[in-house]
């Protein structure tokens, strides 16, 4: 008789539970995964780094992305093919055509540039920006979000299996992952981390590290003005651009190289191919005498 009230008890609970998470939408699978501890399983490099790539795929087929022989590419090539492997991490390119200034890379090695940003930095301040992102590769923050993106889908719409991996993910999942990728939330700590690993990189590589401190303006400036709607998104997950400028000056007068930046020209078109017109030699024949 105990032994029914003990089970009895026992599936009331669940039904109670079943009931007061039922306004988030929970599946069986992920309350198995809650009454596991959905935090303590096992994420590795090489889970974030598939969840990521699958994620970024996803949003690659939903984007304008810049062909080959389009001028945004051929630039973000020159620029950014000779970092092709950074810090051992294998790095791939990308332009998506949309008018938003923003930029993001993930656990896989994906970096994303969207050509608003091409369109208002030029190749030093681009390096900055893309560095920063780069960054967070590097320290394993894009790992962390991916990871912590994982979790709310796996709570929210029971992808968590009860094992201790990672499970398939469902399209529509998949879909809000990316859209977190793209939003990630970095803590303050995190981004001077980026910031810094950025300046070090531009430094190490011979770049103008004053770049730095002009990309941030930049920002700073178009977050104030008629173009604060094109920026939104990069200025929602990121720190005071202000700020950052402010630091990123800080850290070339501490080196000795702080020099006002001055932009230099900007081109996202195909180059003009010139062709040499070909020259003719006339033959002459002797007259008969």
Same mark, same amino acid.
């Given at each position: 008789?105990?032994?029914?009230?003990?089970?009895?008890?026992?599936?009331?609970?669940?039904?109670?539970?079943?009931?007061?998470?039922?306004?988030?939408?929970?599946?069986?699978?992920?309350?198995?995964?809650?009454?596991?501890?959905?935090?303590?399983?096992?994420?590795?490099?090489?889970?974030?780094?598939?969840? #990521?790539?699958?994620?970024?795929?996803?949003?690659?087929?939903?984007?304008?992305?810049?062909?080959?022989?389009?001028?945004?590419?051929?630039?973000?090539?020159? %620029?950014?093919?000779?970092? =092709?492997?950074?810090?051992?991490?294998?790095?791939?390119?990308?332009?998506?055509?949309?008018?938003?200034?923003?930029?993001?890379?993930?656990?896989?090695?994906?970096?994303?540039?969207?050509?608003?940003?091409?369109?208002?930095?030029?190749?030093?301040?681009?390096? =900055? %920006?893309?560095?920063?992102?780069?960054?967070?590769?590097?320290?394993?923050?894009?790992?962390?979000?991916?990871?912590?993106?994982?979790?709310?889908?796996?709570?929210?719409?029971?992808?968590?299996?009860?094992?201790?991996?990672?499970?398939?993910?469902?399209?529509?999942?998949?879909?809000?992952?990316?859209?977190?990728?793209?939003?990630?939330?970095?803590?303050?700590?995190?981004?001077?981390?980026?910031?810094?690993?950025?300046?070090?990189?531009?430094?190490?590589?011979?770049?103008?590290?004053?770049?730095?401190?002009?990309?941030?303006?930049?920002?700073?400036?178009?977050?104030?003005?008629?173009?604060?709607?094109?920026?939104?998104?990069?200025? #929602?997950?990121?720190?005071? #651009?202000?700020?950052? =400028?402010?630091?990123?000056?800080?850290?070339?007068?501490?080196?000795?190289?702080?020099?006002?930046?001055?932009?230099?020209?900007?081109?996202?078109?195909?180059?003009?191919?010139?062709?040499?017109?070909?020259?003719?030699?006339?033959?002459?024949?002797?007259?008969?005498?």
């Amino acid at each position: 008789m105990r032994k029914n009230f003990v089970i009895m008890t026992l599936v009331l609970a669940s039904f109670s539970f079943t009931k007061m998470t039922a306004q988030i939408n929970f599946g069986e699978k992920a309350i198995g995964a809650v009454q596991k501890g959905v935090a303590g399983f096992t994420f590795s490099n090489a889970d974030a780094a598939k969840l #990521s790539k699958e994620a970024v795929d996803k949003l690659d087929a939903e984007h304008e992305i810049a062909g080959p022989t389009d001028g945004y590419t051929l630039r973000l090539n020159r %620029v950014f093919g000779k970092h =092709a492997t950074t810090d051992g991490v294998t790095l791939n390119y990308k332009v998506y055509k949309i008018k938003e200034v923003n930029a993001f890379a993930t656990a896989d090695g994906s970096v994303r540039v969207y050509s608003g940003l091409m369109d208002i930095m030029d190749d030093n301040e681009l390096i =900055a %920006v893309i560095g920063h992102e780069i960054g967070h590769v590097i320290n394993n923050d894009s790992r962390d979000a991916i990871r912590a993106a994982y979790q709310k889908e796996a709570l929210m719409d029971g992808a968590a299996s009860q094992s201790a991996t990672i499970a398939t993910v469902t399209d529509s999942q998949l879909g809000k992952i990316g859209s977190a990728i793209i939003d990630s939330k970095y803590s303050r700590k995190q981004e001077s981390e980026a910031d810094l690993f950025a300046y070090n990189f531009m430094k190490k590589n011979g770049y103008n590290v004053n770049a730095e401190e002009s990309a941030f303006r930049i920002l700073a400036k178009m977050s104030e003005g008629a173009e604060a709607s094109f920026i939104d998104q990069m200025m #929602s997950s990121h720190p005071d #651009s202000k700020k950052r =400028a402010d630091d990123a000056k800080a850290r070339a007068e501490k080196d000795g190289a702080y020099k006002l930046y001055v932009q230099q020209k900007i081109v996202n078109t195909v180059p003009a191919t010139t062709t040499k017109k070909a020259t003719t030699t006339k033959k002459t024949t002797k007259k008969k005498k």
